[in-house]
């Protein structure tokens, strides 16, 4: 129990309550974006769950529903492999909402095999970064317009593995799956202090996490990772306490100082 509660650590213990607020959550039918959204909705926001399979956010929409009591959790379809996908959740989102308050980045694809996304990027670098930087681009000026708002990019220890390889960003000459997932979760770090830079003074702030390891559906891909994540599941985080470290960056008082940063466990 006591390496259980090493591994599992920070909790998000801010009491802030979210009426008014809208929260766009990416990939939120599983996982840590689920347990994010289900906490964004139990503190009164209206929560977006940006999908690309819109049956399962709908059942999951169902079941934040009946938990939280709030019925203001909407499904949306948003495939960030297709940037056309993206491009049509960000003109809908921006027709019917008149603000966005957080923008939380979390969707992501871990050590799949080669594959392209619709316009050609590798996968990893397509989805969890390209797929990310583009939405955030699409949805800044209403991020701005709801100030103070706040962009958080989930990304992960594994950035440490990470470089960005210019002379083979589609992973052409050479491909490594679990390289791949590491570079884009670097690109999620560099991309999230670029952004605060650019950002500095607008009201909206960013920040990276790396959630901890996490007992979700993310080692789909890796029947080695499954085994793994079936081995120590009582020692890895729970989802629900994967969540924290987002809902710490989303919605902590005074972190403004903080823009930029990241933030582990
Ligand atoms: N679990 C862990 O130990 C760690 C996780 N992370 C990061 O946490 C984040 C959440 O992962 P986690 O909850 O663990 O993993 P899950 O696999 O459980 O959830 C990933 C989510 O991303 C969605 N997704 C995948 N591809 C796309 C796409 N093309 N368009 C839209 N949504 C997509 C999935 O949808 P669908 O169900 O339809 O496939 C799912 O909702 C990821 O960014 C991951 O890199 C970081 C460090 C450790
Ligand atoms: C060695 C070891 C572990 C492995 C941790 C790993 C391999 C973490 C990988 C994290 C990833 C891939 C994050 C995704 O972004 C466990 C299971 C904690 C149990 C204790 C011993």
């Known amino acids: 129990p006591k390496i259980r509660k090493m591994l599992s650590s920070g909790v998000c213990t801010s009491t802030v309550q979210l009426p008014g607020k809208v929260a766009v959550v990416t990939g939120a039918n599983t996982g840590i974006g689920k347990e994010t959204a289900k906490e964004l909705a139990q503190r009164g926001a209206r929560v977006y769950l ?55 980045n979390n969707a992501g694809v871990m050590m799949c095999p080669y594959s392209k996304t619709a316009d050609g990027f590798e996968m990893h670098m397509g989805v969890n970064h390209l797929g990310h930087f583009l939405l955030t681009h699409l949805l800044l000026e209403k991020l701005k317009e709801s100030a103070p708002s706040r962009v958080v990019n989930v990304s992960s220890l594994a950035h440490h593995l990470g470089r960005i390889h210019f002379h083979n960003l589609q992973g052409e000459k050479f491909y490594n799956a679990g390289l791949a997932y590491c570079h884009s979760k670097l690109a999620n770090i560099l991309f999230t202090q670029e952004l605060a830079r650019r950002l500095k003074g607008s009201g909206v702030t ?47 008082e005074g972190l403004e100082i903080l823009n930029g940063h990241h933030f582990r466990f």
């Open 50 to 104: 940006a999908c690309r399979d819109i049956q399962k956010g709908e059942l999951v929409a169902r079941e934040i529903q009946t938990m939280t009591g709030n019925q203001q959790v909407l499904v949306r379809e948003l495939d960030l492999a297709d940037t056309k996908s993206i491009r049509a959740f960000a003109k809908d989102f921006l027709a019917e909402e008149k603000h966005l308050h957080i923008l939380i």
């Open 206 to 252: 960013t920040y990276s996490v790396h959630p901890g390891t996490v007992n979700s559906e993310l080692v789909r891909h890796s029947p080695f990772m499954k085994w793994m994540w079936w081995l120590f599941s009582f020692f890895i985080k729970t989802p629900k306490q994967g969540a924290q470290t987002s809902l710490y960056c989303a919605i902590t």
